[in-house]
Nanobody, 123 residues
Framework: QVQLVESGGGLVQAGGSLRLSCAAS????????MAWLRQAPGKGREIVAT????????YYIDSVKGRFTISRDDAKNTLYLQMNGLKPEDTGVYYC????????????????WGQGTQVTVSS
């Protein structure tokens, strides 16, 4: 099982940017599908973005398209989420997750999860 640790969260004003990182250890994650999910206060967890093991295929929920970019650096065993144009509704705990199938989607049963990093966007 790969261990995942998120970082980069914080408090930012609306319109600002943050870059989340997810460092993997325990084994290489280069063949894993990866995802960022978030959980807003009082709501369920939702997928925000996914990336395939090749890095070629990426998916975003409609609300973040054009603002967020998911990427991976397999040499550093790290997943990223660049978040620009942040809105108060982006507030939540952001988690990264890994799937040994090589792909990730809303129905994926992820093999590994990070502990989450808090993102708070003030209006």
């Amino acid at each position: 099982q790969v261990q995942l640790v998120e970082s980069g969260g914080g408090l930012v004003q609306a319109g600002g940017s943050l870059r989340l990182s997810c460092a993997a250890s325990g084994r290489t994650f280069s063949t894993d599908g990866m995802a960022w999910l978030r959980q807003a206060p009082g709501k369920g967890r939702e997928i925000v973005a996914t990336i395939s093991w090749t890095g070629i295929s990426a998916y975003y929920i409609d609300s973040v398209k054009g603002r967020f970019t998911i990427s991976r650096d397999d040499a550093k065993n790290t997943l990223y989420l660049q978040m620009n144009g942040l809105k108060p509704e982006d507030t939540g705990v952001y988690y990264c997750a890994a799937s040994r199938t090589g792909y990730a989607s809303r129905t994926t049963n992820f093999d590994s999860w990070g502990q989450g990093t808090q993102v708070t966007v003030s209006s």
